[in-house]
């Protein structure tokens, strides 16, 4: 059965660093796009960064482009979230998301099929 668990959030204060992990079981994670997505509070799902599986091509919302990196682990079947210079504005609960049919990733959640459950992260002193 193809599974995505998320792990890694917390609190953090402004200025802080964490670094989300989505591992896969049941599938090869290297063979499908795999997109990071947010969701705050009364906000919609936004995509904050994705990776392809055609060449590792990386993407970034334009609000965490510099302070975020998204990379993968084709070994241990997982993609993390590198998130430094955090903000409280990035609040929120983090998913990741696969889906084999995209050949160059993309920003837009309602691409994926496939979604963790997601993890808790809070920026605050």
């Known amino acids: 059965q193809l599974q995505l668990v998320e792990s890694g959030g917390g609190l953090v204060q402004p200025g802080g660093s964490l670094r989300l992990s989505c591992a896969a079981s049941g599938f090869t994670l290297d063979y499908y796009a795999i997109g990071w997505f947010r969701q705050a509070p009364g906000k919609e799902r936004e995509g904050v960064s994705c990776i392809s599986s055609s060449d590792g091509s990386t993407y970034y919302a334009d609000s965490v482009k510099g302070r975020f990196t998204i990379s993968r682990d084709i070994a241990k079947n997982t993609v993390y979230l590198q998130m430094n210079s955090l903000r409280p504005e990035d609040s929120a609960i983090y998913y990741c998301?696969?889906?084999?049919?995209?050949?160059?990733?993309?920003?837009?959640?309602?691409?994926?099929?496939?979604w963790g459950q997601g993890t808790q992260v809070t920026v605050s002193s």
């Open positions: 998301a696969a889906d084999l049919l995209l050949v160059v990733a993309t920003l837009g959640p309602d691409e994926y099929e496939y």
